[in-house]
């Protein structure tokens, strides 16, 4: 953008390929609504779509409520501040998994849902440093599991829930087993108590 730019609605092509279209402020940094897109030229100039954001822009960043397309093809529709997923948004994978709820600087933290799309399958509760700790995992035939995790995986005390209408109290304890090549690896071995009826 030369010296001659001026504040307001502008379109822009920068020297790398990439584009702007949006407001600027008097301090010549985006502002405003506008559609930022990462392009890629090929040896033969043809030019590619990398990624894109449009949405609101604050001093030059990403902030407020905006939609990003990633190179991989993942996508996110939410709120932004300084240029990183923070607040609530819906993140939607390029495998067809979805997770939607809270982020802090561009991970998953608070409340938040993820819908597995290989089985149906969701985890319901609160995330931490971008991974589920506390809530429920609740199955494509009905059943659930409830209770904390470690890593993603079940752990502790902990309820299960079958479509029958059976309930199991419980508790996934770390164990040592041996694999097929003969190492020692840790797993997640279920202890459970007595299975009642509770419908």
């Not at 009905?142 to 902990?158: A, D, K, L, M, Q």
């Not at 304890?173 to 090549?181: G, I």
Request: glycine content about 16%; overall charge negative; aromatic content about 12%.
């Amino acid at each position: 953008m030369g010296d001659d730019a001026v504040e307001g609605e502008v379109k822009i092509r920068y020297a790398n390929g990439d584009t702007f279209e949006g407001t600027i402020g008097t301090d010549r940094l985006k502002h405003g609504e506008g559609k930022y897109t990462w392009n890629q030229r090929s040896e033969d100039g043809e030019v590619a779509v990398l990624a894109t954001y449009e949405g609101t822009y604050v001093n030059g960043s990403k902030s407020g409520l905006g939609k990003m397309t990633f190179p991989n093809g993942d996508t996110y529709h939410g709120e932004w501040k300084a240029d990183k997923m923070t607040g609530d948004g819906s993140f939607m994978y390029a495998n067809g998994d979805i997770f939607s709820g809270k982020f802090e600087d561009g991970i998953r933290s608070g409340k938040g849902t993820y819908e597995f799309a290989v089985d149906k399958s969701l985890f319901v509760g609160d995330w931490a440093e971008n991974t589920i700790t506390d809530g429920k995992w609740v199955f494509k035939d009905g059943g659930s599991y409830v209770g904390r995790f470690e890593n993603g995986n079940p752990i502790g005390n902990c309820m299960l829930r079958f479509p029958s209408g059976l309930q199991q109290d419980g508790e996934y304890v770390k164990a040592q087993t041996t694999n097929d090549n003969g190492e020692e690896v840790a797993v997640h071995k279920f202890v459970g108590g007595t299975i009642v009826k509770v419908r």
